[in-house]
């Protein structure tokens, strides 16, 4: 995920066949999907092609660019952003193909604080600079991710409409807290304060499909990135996603994963 945001001046930014939208300083917008995107003084200056743009390394994680010359300065600060647990892959194909948000000074909200925390950071260079502006950006994200769901316009019916849900949402970040632990639809239901089957029954309307099925799909999702990702044996993955049996594990990523997990393995599948 892209995350660019507007500290000092303003742009242009302009996603593949879509309208320019405006960002005057204090905007934050988040590609997704690392669609490929223009940022421009105004919707018809000329631009450059990013890797041909020089490049002045200040840190580890942490290069400055410096573009144009002779007209209004724009100080944008770009991250990109990794997001390593399977629920975020999920999120993500919901997203639209560009968030954009803008906050005002005279807002006071949590947008242009941590903005302006950025802002200052990325000027002043103080040691520890990289670390910070991480940290920030993280936020950043983490927030504007909330806004989104919070105020998204969707049916009904839905994950986004579930992660809405005071109850259903709760039990869906239970269930991604401990993915391992021995869940029933009753203990999951009691864990939430609901009866069994009210509980099922609107996860299921919800979600679009039974809790427990729900449940071993993550876990399946999880093993298959330990296993492209980790040389931990299938055992040890088996047991750390909550099966005591690595015969009953290889039969359950078989029926959800297409293929036993040794052939993941062994190939290399996506």
Same mark, same amino acid.
């Given at each position: 995920?892209?995350?660019?945001?507007?500290?000092?001046?303003?742009?242009?930014?302009?996603?593949?066949?879509?309208?320019?939208?405006?960002?005057?300083?204090?905007?934050?917008?988040?590609?997704?999907?690392?669609?490929?995107?223009?940022?421009?003084?105004?919707?018809?200056?000329?631009?450059?092609?990013?890797?041909?743009?020089?490049?002045?390394?200040?840190?580890?994680?942490?290069?400055?660019?410096?573009?144009?010359?002779?007209?209004?300065?724009?100080?944008?600060?770009?991250?990109?952003?990794?997001?390593?647990?399977? +629920? @975020? &892959?999920? =999120?993500?194909?919901?997203?639209?193909?560009?968030?954009?948000?803008? !906050?005002? /000074?005279?807002?006071? #909200? %949590?947008?242009?604080?941590?903005?302006?925390?950025?802002?200052?950071?990325?000027?002043?260079?103080?040691?520890?600079?990289?670390?910070?502006?991480?940290? +920030? @950006? &993280?936020? =950043?994200?983490?927030?504007?991710?909330?806004?989104?769901?919070?105020? !998204?316009? /969707?049916?009904?019916? #839905? %994950?986004?409409?579930?992660?809405?849900?005071?109850?259903?949402?709760?039990?869906?970040?239970?269930?991604?807290?401990?993915?391992?632990?021995?869940?029933?639809? @009753?203990?999951?239901?009691?864990?939430?304060?609901?009866?069994?089957?009210?509980?099922?029954?609107?996860?299921?309307?919800?979600?679009?499909?039974?809790?427990?099925?729900?449940?071993?799909?993550?876990?399946?999702?999880?093993?298959?990135?330990?296993?492209?990702?980790?040389?931990?044996?299938? @055992?040890?993955?088996?047991?750390?996603?909550?099966?005591?049996?690595?015969?009953?594990?290889?039969?359950?990523?078989?029926?959800?994963?297409?293929?036993?997990?040794?052939?993941?393995?062994?190939?290399?599948?996506?």
């Amino acid at each position: 995920m892209m995350v660019e945001v507007v500290t000092s001046g303003h742009c242009w930014i302009e996603l593949e066949d879509q309208a320019p939208i405006f960002m005057p300083q204090g905007s934050l917008a988040l590609i997704p999907r690392g669609t490929r995107h223009k940022l421009r003084s105004s919707p018809k200056a000329e631009t450059e092609l990013l890797s041909d743009v020089p490049i002045e390394l200040v840190g580890d994680r942490f290069e400055i660019m410096r573009y144009g010359g002779g007209g209004a300065f724009t100080h944008i600060t770009y991250c990109g952003v990794r997001f390593d647990h399977v +629920l @975020a &892959d999920r =999120l993500i194909r919901l997203l639209p193909e560009i968030l954009h948000i803008h !906050t005002l /000074e005279e807002d006071g #909200g %949590w947008l242009h604080n941590t903005v302006q925390f950025i802002s200052r950071e990325a000027q002043q260079m103080l040691p520890g600079n990289e670390t910070v502006i991480t940290r +920030l @950006a &993280d936020i =950043l994200v983490i927030q504007a991710l909330r806004t989104w769901i919070e105020t !998204t316009r /969707e049916d009904e019916r #839905g %994950w986004i409409a579930a992660l809405r849900d005071k109850q259903i949402g709760k039990a869906l970040a239970t269930i991604h807290r401990q993915p391992e632990k021995d869940w029933s639809v @009753a203990s999951l239901a009691k864990e939430i304060g609901m009866s069994r089957s009210g509980f099922s029954a609107r996860f299921s309307a919800l979600v679009g499909e039974p809790v427990l099925h729900y449940l071993t799909n993550l876990r399946m999702q999880l093993a298959h990135r330990q296993i492209l990702q980790t040389s931990d044996s299938l @055992a040890k993955i088996a047991h750390r996603i909550g099966y005591n049996s690595e015969p009953a594990f290889n039969r359950a990523f078989k029926r959800v994963m297409g293929l036993p997990p040794g052939a993941v393995r062994k190939g290399g599948a996506g």
